[in-house]
């Protein structure tokens, strides 16, 4: 077995004059589920296309379980599964049955083969009440469901999910991370899903890869990541309104918001904490409420890509 | 081998389901496919009066059911990705591991054979009320259909491949299937340039036994299948041409 699922060394994709993705590596492990972030047009599409060999790169190389994927394309999609972000990836005037007995099928699984698990799959995504029913009728969460289905009937080692929680509600979103983690856990999948539900991705992933404007800004665990950017917000509330004197010493210390009496701080470095408490006392403005903000990964994203500054709001 | 005839059976299913979802639609198009017929048959009839024989009668008729499969053969795979892209499910085919060319092409031949059955019902019809009855011999007939036919399925590709990129080509289509017409009453044999033409030999070769008893040396029918041969290869190059395209200009799954 190779060292790593996926290898990507120095992609490149243009269009035109627009580079998509800039000379991007990256890995992923086996049985660890990698998420991607990044704000539209980052790039995040066009990777996954590109290990799909759906989109054809300009420069670089992909290797998936150690063998190149463009010269081994079918071979590899034997191991792969994918719902691409935008697409339907399912027939809507057939049934979920019907459409897994398709995909399968289409993928080249025996008739008795697929029907063994597809009746798994449906049991376990909730589905087989509705499985002989036209999936026109389904909500978003139902459809998406059934594509995920779809997309694991062959018994891929390999998932790609584009965008898997777009339109879904809660309940679906939390039953979903909960399986998907488990066909990680039990069953050694592995899986790379791009997702802006920032929760989602927090929860589900082990590592996060973080892309902007073609090119991977961050690239670590969730828990790396979060303890980077860990204890720098702050939420004060004050007994009287803030006096400029403090308005402008806290300015000098980060990003400062206000509202009313209360101020939402980010240390520019932990360095400033003895500071900020000095300020805060030479105000004489008095401290009604003082709490660290534990950041989430939407904080953290909207930090490293840059476009957050001084207009995102804190969790409190 | 295996995988190959799942996949086959896949798209076998696939296009039963379908024909069965739209039934309604499905009946509709032979309805108006046998009206206009009769329309013709009447027509050519009330114009030509005595003058009309029964071998043209006959002839319009074969012709017509010719024409209507090769129609249908022409636009399967160009209306197929079309109709994929429209509904997000075109680049699902392109991750089949037995390639996307492949699932095409059952699923073009899936739909001839289910078109067969309707080009009979349509056939048995215009028949029952034309009142001329003509002796087809239903194997020979499908065998020859789908011999010669396999050529429009190679143009079917070449279609194909360019809505892979221009996305709406019904048009084009339709200006080809119209051209057939005019086609099929070009002289095919003996061999002469037109003979090169892709199907309209074959349809000559099937009109002619069926309506007026022609018999063909056996090279002949070599030949009617070597032509189909060629242009469905052709049409595949061509398509897996274009589809290289597509994926250079990331055109698959856009409509």
């Known amino acids: ?316 | 081998m295996s995988k190959t005839l799942n996949l086959a059976l896949a798209e076998a299913k696939l296009v039963f389901w379908s024909m069965k979802r739209y039934m309604l639609d499905t009946l509709a198009a032979i309805g108006i496919m046998f009206l206009i017929f009769m329309g013709m048959f009447w027509g050519v009839k009330t114009i030509g009066g005595s003058g009309v024989t029964g071998e043209s009668l006959d002839d319009m008729l074969v012709g017509y059911v010719l024409w209507m499969s090769a129609m249908f053969c022409m636009q399967s795979t160009g209306s197929e990705i079309t109709t994929e892209s429209q509904r997000g499910t075109l680049e699902q085919l392109y991750l089949s591991p037995l390639g996307a060319h492949r699932v095409l092409f059952f699923r073009a031949l899936m739909n001839m054979v289910f078109n067969f059955f309707f080009v009979t019902v349509l056939l048995y019809l215009s028949m029952a009320a034309t009142g001329r009855w003509l002796s087809v011999n239903l194997p020979f007939l499908y065998a020859m259909v789908l011999l010669s036919t396999l050529s429009l399925v190679g143009i079917s590709f070449m279609l194909g491949g360019i809505s892979l990129i221009h996305k709406r080509i019904q048009a084009l289509g339709g200006i080809l299937s119209f051209g057939l017409i005019g086609l099929m009453l070009l002289p095919t044999y003996p061999m002469n340039a037109c003979s090169f033409l892709p199907f309209i030999a074959g349809a000559a070769l099937v009109r002619n036994t069926i309506v007026s008893g022609d018999s063909y040396p056996l090279w002949w029918y070599g030949f009617v299948a070597a032509n189909s041969a060629f242009y469905l290869l052709a049409g595949l190059m061509i398509f897996k041409v274009f589809e290289r395209r597509a994926m250079k200009l990331n055109k698959m799954g856009q409509y």
């Open chain 1, 1 to 316: 077995m190779s060292e790593h699922c996926i290898n990507v060394n120095g992609l490149v994709k243009t269009y035109g004059d627009l580079t998509a993705v800039n000379r991007i590596s990256f890995q992923v492990n086996h049985g660890e589920i990698l998420g991607i972030l990044g704000p539209n047009g980052s790039g995040k599409t066009t990777t996954i296309k590109s290990i799909l060999g759906l989109i054809r790169f300009d420069e670089g190389s992909i290797s998936v379980h150690g063998l190149d994927a463009v010269r081994n394309r079918r071979k590899l999609l034997e191991r792969t599964g994918a719902v691409l972000e935008g697409a339907r990836n399912t027939y809507w005037y057939l049934s979920p049955r019907e459409n897994l007995a398709y995909f399968a099928g289409s993928r080249g699984v025996s008739s008795g083969e697929a029907t063994e698990r597809a009746d798994k799959l449906l049991k376990s995504l909730d589905l087989w009440d509705v499985a002989d029913k036209e999936m026109r009728q389904f909500s978003a969460g139902m459809k998406q469901k059934c594509a995920i289905a779809c997309a694991f009937i062959h018994d891929p080692d390999l998932l790609l999910l584009d965008e898997p929680t777009l339109g879904l509600d809660v309940a679906i979103s939390r039953q979903l991370r909960a399986w998907l983690r488990e066909m990680v856990n039990e069953s050694g999948k592995t899986i790379l899903i791009t997702s802006h539900n920032m929760d989602f991705i927090e929860s589900v992933c082990d590592r996060v890869l973080v892309m902007r404007k073609g090119e991977i800004v961050s690239h670590e665990t969730v828990a790396s990541l979060k303890k980077k950017f860990a204890g720098k917000y702050f939420s004060i509330t004050l007994k009287n309104s803030p006096t400029d004197a403090l308005i402008s010493h806290l300015s000098e210390l980060g990003g400062l918001s206000t509202e009313g009496n209360r101020l939402t701080l980010e240390l520019a470095s932990l360095d400033h904490l003895g500071s900020m408490v000095k300020a805060l006392d030479d105000s004489r403005c008095g401290i009604e409420d003082f709490r660290t903000v534990e950041n989430d990964l939407e904080d953290i994203f909207l930090n490293i890509i840059g476009d957050g500054e001084g207009n995102h709001e804190q969790n409190s």
